[in-house]
C-alpha cells in the first residue's frame, strides 16, 4: 500500500513550533526518568548482592548471607526476567488499547514497593524471599519498552526519532551509572545494602505520582499543548490516531514478516551480550580484577557513562543521514545496528585474553563493549516505530518476550562454565559464546531488516472495504426486479 510510506522527513509539511521547547519535550523528559528510576532498581541488587553476602558488613546490625551460594546468586539476578518474560506482549496489546500511561503508573507503584520489602522479605524467606520481589519487579518492569515505544510513537515527529529514542533510552543508562556508584557506596557504608532498597523504591513512589499529573498517552490528550506542535507532531507521524475504533491487530502479517524477526534477532544477541554485563560485570571486577566494593562499583559505571554520550553522539547522525537523504532509512539502521553489534563482539573476544594484572585494559575493553551498543538505539531499538507505528508496542512486546529468553540465559552461562569466578578461563568462554551471538544476530539482521512501514501497518482500511463489499453483497441479494408482463 504506497499510501502508507512516508516520505524521508515528513515533518517538513508542517512548520516546526516557534518555542525550543515544547510539551513534546517534557513528554520525553518524564519517560526517560521512568528508566532512570526502573534501571536504577533493577541495577541496584547486582552491586548490592555483593554487600548481602558478605561475611562482615561494615555494620553488625546489617542482615548478611554469607550462607548464599554462587548458585543463589545468579538465580537471584536472573529470576528478574522470570517476570519481566511474561508480560511483555500482554502489554503492548494492552497500551496500544487502552493507552500505556496508567500502566506506567500502576508498574512503578508495585515494582516500587516490591523494592522496598526486600529486606523484610530476605530476613524472613532467605533467598527466596528476594526472589520474589524480583520477579514481581519483573512482571512490574515487563510493561516499561511497551508503553514506552507506545508514547514515542504518538508523540515524536518522524525527524527526531533517533534523537528522541537515544534521549530517552538514555534514561537507563543514567539509572545504571548513578545506581551502581551510589548503591556501591551506601552497602559499603554503616548504612548498609538495606538502604538502597529503601531510597530507589522511594523514589519510585515518587515518580509515579509525578507521572500521573503530567504525563499524556498522545498530543489529543494534552489540554496545554499548543495546535502548532499538535500539527508538526501528527503531520509526520503515521500512528492512526484520527481513527474511532481500534485497529485489529494483524497477528499472522507480524509473525511472517522478514523485518519483524530481523529486530527480534538483533534483541537477541543485544539482550544476550548487554545483559550478561550488566549483571556480572561487578562479579567480574571483584572476582579477576580484585577491586573492592567502592571500588568496584564506581569503575562498574563507567562503561554506562560510556553508552550514555555515545548513544547521544550517534542519534544526531543517524538523523542526520536519513534527513539529508545521505542514506535511507533502511540503510541507517543496518549500519548502527551493526556497529552496536560488531564492536562489542570484538571487545569482548579481546577480553577473553586479559590478565587478572590489566585492569585498565580491561576496564577499556568494557567500556568499549558496553559503550558501543549504544549505537543500535538509532538502529534496531527504534525500528519498530519505522516498520509500524501502529503497532509498534506489540512488536517491541513480542521481541521483548522472546529475547528475554536471552536476557535471563545470558548471566546463567557464567553458571554453565563452571563456580569458581576466579578462573579466567571461565570468563574467556562467557565472552566468546556472547560475542559469537552478537556477530550472528547481527547478520541476521543487517541481510533481513527494511525502514519501510509494512502493508499491515493500517489493515482498518481492509476491514473497511471488506464490511462495504459484504453490505453490497446483501443488498444485492435483497434487491426486487419489477418485470413488465
Not at 485489529?248 to 537477541?268: D, G, L
Not at 539482521?445 to 462495504?468: A, M, R
Amino acid at each position: 500500500m504506497s499510501d502508507l510510506k512516508l516520505p524521508i522527513c515528513p515533518a517538513a509539511e508542517a512548520p516546526r513550533p516557534k518555542s525550543c521547547l515544547g510539551v513534546r519535550h517534557c513528554q520525553f523528559l518524564l519517560m526517560s526518568f521512568t528508566l532512570v528510576i526502573f534501571f536504577g532498581m533493577r541495577t541496584a541488587l547486582s552491586v548490592g548482592i555483593i554487600a548481602m553476602t558478605e561475611e562482615t558488613p561494615p555494620d553488625p546490625s546489617i542482615p548478611t548471607y554469607p550462607e548464599w551460594s554462587d548458585s543463589d546468586v545468579d538465580t537471584i539476578l536472573s529470576s528478574f526476567f522470570w517476570g519481566y518474560l511474561v508480560t511483555q506482549i500482554v502489554a503492548g496489546q494492552l497500551s496500544e488499547y487502552f493507552g500505556p500511561k496508567w500502566f506506567l503508573v500502576g508498574t512503578m507503584l508495585l515494582g516500587s514497593v516490591f523494592n522496598i520489602i526486600i529486606p523484610v522479605l530476605g530476613a524472613c524467606w532467605g533467598s527466596g524471599g528476594v526472589i520474589l520481589c524480583r520477579v514481581v519487579q519483573g512482571l512490574a518492569q515487563g510493561f516499561l519498552y511497551p508503553c514506552i515505544l507506545n508514547l514515542v510513537s504518538k508523540w515524536t515527529p518522524a525527524c527526531e526519532r533517533s534523537r528522541v529514542m537515544s534521549f530517552v533510552y538514555g534514561g537507563a543508562s543514567i539509572g545504571i551509572i548513578t545506581s551502581m556508584p551510589l548503591t556501591g557506596a551506601i552497602a559499603g557504608s554503616t548504612w548498609g545494602w538495606t538502604v538502597a532498597c529503601y531510597l530507589y523504591g522511594g523514589l519510585g513512589v515518587v515518580w509515579s505520582v509525578v507521572f500521573a499529573i503530567f504525563a499524556a498517552n498522545s498530543p489529543d490528550c494534552h489540554s496545554c499543548i499548543s495546535e502548532d506542535e499538535k500539527l508538526y507532531i501528527e503531520s509526520s507521524t503515521s500512528v492512526n490516531s484520527r481513527l474511532t475504533k481500534k485497529i485489529p491487530t494483524p497477528w499472522k502479517a507480524i509473525f511472517t514478516s522478514m523485518p519483524m524477526w530481523a529486530i527480534f534477532m538483533a534483541s537477541c544477541g543485544s539482550s544476550w551480550g548487554s545483559f550478561t554485563l550488566l549483571t556480572e560485570i561487578p562479579s567480574y571486577m571483584a572476582s579477576v580484577m580484585n577491586f573492592k566494593i567502592k571500588e568496584n562499583s564506581q569503575l562498574s559505571s563507567l562503561p554506562y557513562v560510556a553508552l550514555l554520550f555515545m548513544g547521544l553522539l550517534g542519534a544526531p547522525v543517524a538523523d542526520r543521514l536519513i534527513t539529508k537523504k545521505i542514506f535511507s532509512i533502511n540503510t541507517t539502521r543496518k549500519i548502527f545496528t551493526s556497529l552496536g553489534s560488531f564492536i562489542p563482539a570484538g571487545a569482548l573476544i579481546y577480553l577473553g585474553f586479559i590478565k587478572s594484572d590489566e585492569k585498565d585494559l580491561a576496564t577499556g575493553l568494557l567500556v568499549v563493549a558496553v559503550g558501543t551498543s549504544a549505537f543500535t538505539q538509532s538502529g534496531y531499538l527504534v525500528n519498530p516505530i519505522d516498520i509500524s507505528p501502529n503497532h509498534a508496542g506489540t512488536i517491541t512486546g513480542i521481541v521483548n518476550c522472546f529475547s528475554t529468553i536471552f536476557s535471563i540465559l545470558g548471566p546463567l552461562s557464567v553458571d554453565w562454565f563452571g563456580s569458581k569466578k576466579e578462573d579466567t578461563e571461565l570468563w574467556w568462554n562467557v565472552f566468546r559464546l556472547a560475542a559469537g551471538i552478537y556477530i550472528f544476530c547481527g547478520i541476521f539482521y543487517v541481510l533481513f531488516s527494511s525502514g519501510t512501514i509494512q502493508p499491515w501497518d493500517d489493515n482498518s482500511n481492509n476491514s473497511d472495504k471488506q464490511e462495504e463489499k459484504r453490505i453490497s453483497e446483501k443488498e444485492k441479494k435483497t434487491e426486487v426486479y419489477v418485470i413488465d408482463s
